[in-house]
């Protein structure tokens, strides 16, 4: 409890009084709104003006014994929750207000969030089984997980196990990340997400952490994002007519205009955040994912979240973000889609809009502020569409249309039905091709290597390279080679070739390679977690060496031999070895099967699960202590 003589801490007390109401509609929040809520907003409900927000906040201050000073930035953040643009506050808008200014507080008292109301648990605690590893998106690493209901720990002996459950995208964050206000604004948001209900807003079901990660459950999506949109499409015969962007951009920006009607900014619109529901391509439906996790709107302290060439100018001079800000990212999207100018790295690298010949950060940012969309690559005989995507892109944020705005804008009522010309739809198609192939080459990797034998390719590859005086690239053959002895499969090699290799036939491989290599490291920090943590029922963060032994030799590891050698190289305290020793043991080492494959093969036994103790077990343990005893001095 915090004493007199410490302010902050009475300052954090009251703080967290109030944040422990959850700031709901029979708070006291409601009370003092109602209070002073004189008029209405241009969706006419009852609404703050900011001289009346500034009342309501005193006086909530007075209620709760927050100092005046936690609001005082309030004539400047007003705009940032006025999500209609009428120069009002809504209930809910309010509520958003004072929750993240206190929010904002509370991080600058306490530092990070705590973890305290989430629950503790496993993957495996929970009932999910991974079927795969999706790699990356947004802010973490993905897996594709079933789930049964009437879980048990005898599930795992059965052929078929979970198959029969629903499917779930499980995003793990590694609370180590150095991206440590993110992860917080994942716990801030999470209770709000949950109640999300559009179908074009991403779903989140459940959170939960254990040592190294947190868990976010949500549903998963199967038709890719827009980087692969084209390609895909037309894979699938599609005609992609003005028409058909139509039905997408709407979905797009009635998603936006959910979230907007529920006082939540998205912060980070881009390509790759918006996703397909299903493969049905004829007939899309857009879903916004990882919405909210980029940035609190009150803070200066994190300076710009979100990503350079989506954010819009007024963030770069402010170091806030506004409403309108996501409609400018929105409009980057749209422009970037029709111009085939979605950003991709690699030899033939394309820049987005404002993205062109920036050496920096910095130079992004200036860009953005100070350049005009390039028109000249934009279909402009699509008039009414150009008017909308011009709208969206303007510097100035009060120019600039709401979503529900957007949404009334003539072209969504237009029959008009112009062909993409066809120059910059074999730009977007190939783009969109180079996307796919890389992504599935990734993906290919991550599956049938583990971590050291992907870092092994990566050293043959520099070895290859450098015999012929070139910085990480080979040739093709070397290339092709390499890969399929590594066991990926030669029609994903070729497919990657035939859209990267360039004119004097070499591959540049190390964005390929270091992207594979740390989704692994990721991937396998969790699985040897897991598999520690489900060993250690009382969770006391160390295991003897029999323990370790048994993990060793169970799927989750892909020994050739015995791993006994592997078990000198561990460092023990009274005879045990703590998880971080045992990641770091494991992790250099580098030979840990997937999840889904450990998942699936033979587990580790627990002691308690033994019938009896052998003395041969026993007897091997002692040596296999006393031996690394021995030799770690």
Not at 64 to 84: H, R
Not at 88 to 94: C, F, M, P, Y
Not at 606 to 629: G, I, Y
Request: proline share 4%; glycine share 6%.
């Amino acid at each position: 409890m915090a004493s007199p003589q410490d302010p902050n801490g009475q300052i954090l007390l009251a703080v967290d009084r109030c944040l422990q109401q959850r700031l709901t509609r029979n708070t006291k929040v409601m009370f003092f709104f109602h209070r002073y809520a004189s008029g209405r907003d241009t969706m006419g409900r009852r609404s703050l003006s900011l001289g009346e927000a500034i009342n309501f906040t005193a006086d909530l201050a007075r209620h709760f014994d927050l100092p005046d000073f936690l609001f005082s930035t309030l004539p400047e953040t007003f705009s940032s929750f006025d999500f209609t643009g009428s120069g009002r506050l809504s209930l809910e808008e309010v509520r958003v207000m004072v929750k993240k200014t206190l929010l904002e507080w509370r991080w600058s008292l306490a530092g990070p969030a705590k973890f305290d109301e989430f629950p503790a648990r496993t993957l495996e605690d929970g009932g999910y089984t991974v079927v795969r590893e999706l790699g990356r998106g947004g802010q973490g690493i993905m897996y594709l997980a079933k789930k049964e209901d009437n879980y048990s720990w005898l599930d795992y002996c059965s052929a078929c196990g979970h198959n029969s459950g629903p499917s779930y995208c499980i995003k793990f964050y590694s609370k180590k990340n150095s991206n440590a206000g993110g992860l917080q604004e994942i716990l801030e948001e999470f209770h709000r997400m949950r109640e999300f209900d559009n179908v074009h807003v991403a779903r989140t079901y459940e959170a939960f952490h254990d040592q190294d990660f947190f868990y976010l459950v949500n549903e998963p999506y199967f038709g890719g994002d827009l980087t692969k949109l084209a390609k895909r499409a037309y894979d699938k015969g599609i005609e992609m007519r003005e028409s058909w962007w139509r039905e997408i951009f709407r979905q797009c920006l009635q998603g936006l205009e959910y979230l907007h009607r529920e006082a939540q900014m998205h912060c980070d619109i881009k390509e790759p955040n918006i996703m397909l529901r299903h493969d049905d391509f004829k007939n899309p439906e857009v879903v916004l994912i990882d919405f909210g996790l980029a940035q609190s709107i009150c803070s200066k302290v994190t300076g710009i979240s979100g990503t350079p060439g989506y954010i819009p100018p007024e963030t770069w001079k402010r170091y806030r973000w506004q409403p309108q800000g996501d409609i400018f990212s929105l409009g980057v999207v749209f422009f970037q889609l029709l111009a085939a100018r979605v950003p991709r790295p690699g030899p033939d690298a394309v820049a987005g809009i404002f993205q062109v010949q920036a050496k920096n950060v910095q130079e992004v940012g200036q860009q953005t502020i100070t350049n005009q969309p390039p028109w000249q690559l934009f279909p402009t005989r699509m008039h009414l569409l150009t008017e909308l995507v011009s709208s969206m892109l303007r510097k100035k944020p009060e120019e600039r249309p709401r979503a529900m705005q957007a949404l009334q804008h003539k072209w969504f009522f237009s029959s008009s039905d112009d062909e993409i010309p066809k120059d910059v739809l074999g730009a977007l198609i190939s783009g969109s091709a180079k996307a796919f192939f890389s992504s599935e080459l990734r993906n290919e990797l991550l599956e049938c290597c583990n971590l050291d034998q992907l870092r092994r390719l990566s050293a043959s590859l520099n070895e290859e390279a450098a015999r012929r005086i070139f910085t990480r690239r080979v040739h093709v053959t070397a290339f092709r080679a390499l890969l399929t002895d590594s066991g990926v499969r030669p029609e994903k090699v070729e497919d990657f070739i035939r859209v990267e290799q360039a004119t004097d036939n070499f591959i540049e491989y190390e964005g390929l390679l270091r992207d594979a290599i740390q989704e692994k490291e990721e991937c396998s920090l969790q699985v040897v977690t897991c598999l520690f943590n489900d060993m250690d029922l009382h969770r006391t963060g160390a295991l003897p060496l029999v323990d370790i032994k048994e993990m060793l030799q169970s799927d989750a590891f892909e020994f050739d031999g015995h791993a006994a050698e592997l078990l000198k190289r561990f460092r023990t305290q009274g005879g045990e070895v703590t998880l971080a020793e045992f990641q770091r043991v494991v992790l250099e080492d580098g030979r840990i099967a997937p999840k889904a494959s450990a998942d699936r093969g033979r587990r580790p036994r627990r002691r308690e699960e033994w019938n009896c103790w052998w003395p041969s077990e026993l007897l091997t343990a002692r040596e296999d202590v006393e031996e690394s005893s021995s030799e770690s001095g």
